[in-house]
């Protein structure tokens, strides 16, 4: 495996159910993201970790829950999530302390119903 | 006011024409530009990025930093239907990892 790669690419889920979005970075980065893509909107950061610290949280719902074990692996921990949470889920890395160049993965499409 | 904007598009263009895309900002304290293309179903790529001011090229793609405009701009050459895609101005300032994207243009190239 090359670059960031993301699992699920698809996931349909209820408003009740508890799901796990996997990252994994095969680039030596030391910083990795989280990001929501909604249509014709920008992409909103939810959540960077820098050397396994979260350094940014962007006001996000606590239905959202990350969690970096370790520099090359994040996970994004759903629960109780709303219609309005359906997006494209994007991962992604960059090297601190170099430009802020950032390399994302393919992304989870998630409906909730 | 948005601290980036960027124009949706549709942007629409005959193979081979001069693509120019546009960004403006609000942030002068901005230093990092970048240029993400974006492909259906894709992630965001990395196309370019540049430090402050001036002008850089990399085959048919030129990207351009006016900060005293508060303004980018990606130009692609000779255009090619393989270019059609979704294009993400970003921007970030020295420190930090808060990267502001705008909100792409769409771009069609017809061959």
């Known amino acids: 495996e090359t670059g960031v790669t993301q699992t699920p690419r698809h996931l349909v889920m209820g408003m009740t159910n508890k799901k796990s979005l996997k990252c994994e970075q095969h680039?030596?980065?030391?910083?990795m993201y989280w990001y929501k893509q909604s249509a014709k909107k920008p992409l909103e950061l939810m959540f960077v970790?820098?050397?396994?610290?979260?350094?940014e949280n962007n006001s996000v719902p606590s239905r959202f829950s990350p969690e970096c074990p370790n520099s090359s692996h994040l996970f994004l921990h759903l629960h109780t999530l709303q219609p309005e949470d359906s997006a494209l889920y994007l991962c992604?890395?960059?090297?601190?302390?170099?430009?802020?160049?950032?390399?994302f993965g393919p992304g989870t499409r998630l409906t909730v119903l | 006011q948005k601290e980036v904007e960027q124009d949706p598009g549709p942007l629409s263009v005959p193979e081979g024409a001069i693509v120019s895309l546009n960004c403006t900002y609000s942030?002068?304290?901005?230093?990092?530009f970048m240029w993400y293309r974006q492909y259906s179903r894709k992630g965001p790529e990395l196309l370019m990025y540049?430090?402050?001011?001036g002008n850089k090229e990399d085959g048919r793609f030129t990207a351009q930093v006016d900060k005293s405009s508060k303004y980018i701009s990606l130009f692609i050459r000779d255009s090619q239907p393989s270019d059609s895609a979704t294009y993400l101005c970003?921007?970030?300032?020295?420190?930090?990892?808060?990267?502001?994207f705008g909100a792409g243009t769409r771009l069609f190239v017809k061959a």
């Open positions: 970003a921007m970030s300032h020295t420190g930090g990892f808060k990267t502001i």
């Open positions: 680039l030596g980065h030391n910083a």
């Open positions: 540049t430090y402050s001011s």
């Open positions: 970790y820098s050397l396994e610290e979260r350094v």
């Open positions: 942030n002068s304290a901005f230093q990092y």
């Open positions: 992604a890395s960059s090297q601190d302390g170099g430009p802020d160049t950032q390399y």
